[in-house]
């Protein structure tokens, strides 16, 4: 594993690298979720994954969470960074190799909302938080437009009990339920399986 640190318009954010051979022509980039790292038991299910299907694996630190703070910026700033990152990626360490992106919980939305401006041609989608809990009594806010407005394959992995909803499945979009919750650590393997299973089809 190596790291590597990229400056951004919103500060310095860390790249880790794996599998970085000559013989991998796809790469799977992967953001973390608001308040965690790429430490996430998914994440590194997913990292896994990819390696053992022959990609090179990255999981991209925000700059946020890189300057010690666990609360996320607006979107607009975390889109930013991390099309800056996939860019100078995908002229260096990623050169020559097709990208699929994607992440867990915030880091899913980031992708997605991202995915045509870095050039994905897939997104990875863990935990993506459909529709967040209600405050005040306000009716809930699907976030369903920004997976919608994915236009590559797209694999949606949520534990079935999780509080934030379900996305239905799409013309481009499957959808795969595991056990558990929003963290999707009750059944690692299942998620790396899903994972594995997509990436045949997409690398």
Not at 35 to 40: F, Q, R
Not at 95 to 114: K, N, P, Y
Not at 156 to 173: I, S, W, Y
Request: glycine share 10%; proline share 8%.
């Amino acid at each position: 594993m190596t790291i590597v640190e990229l400056e951004t318009p919103h500060g310095t954010a860390r790249a880790h690298l794996y599998g970085f051979d000559e013989a991998a022509a796809a790469a799977l980039v992967l953001g973390h979720g608001a308040g965690g790292g790429p430490d996430a038991p998914d994440l590194v299910a997913a990292r896994k994954a990819a390696l053992s299907e022959g990609l090179a694996a990255v999981l991209v630190e925000q700059p946020y969470r890189v300057a010690g703070r666990r609360a996320p910026p607006r979107a607009p700033q975390l889109d930013a960074a991390w099309i800056s990152v996939v860019e100078q990626l995908a002229a260096r360490e990623l050169s020559g190799r097709r990208l699929i992106v994607g992440g867990r919980s915030a880091g899913a939305r980031v992708a997605c909302r991202t995915a045509q401006a870095t050039g994905a041609v897939a997104v990875l989608s863990l935990a993506f938080p459909l529709e967040p809990p209600s405050r005040d009594g306000k009716p809930r806010q699907s976030r369903l437009s920004e997976l919608d407005a994915v236009r590559v394959p797209t694999l949606a992995v949520q534990g079935e009990r999780d509080p934030f909803g379900l996305p239905p499945p799409g013309r481009l979009r499957e959808v795969v339920t595991v056990s558990g919750d929003h963290a999707l650590k009750a059944d690692l393997d299942a998620v790396g399986a899903a994972v594995k299973s997509w990436l045949r089809k997409v690398r």
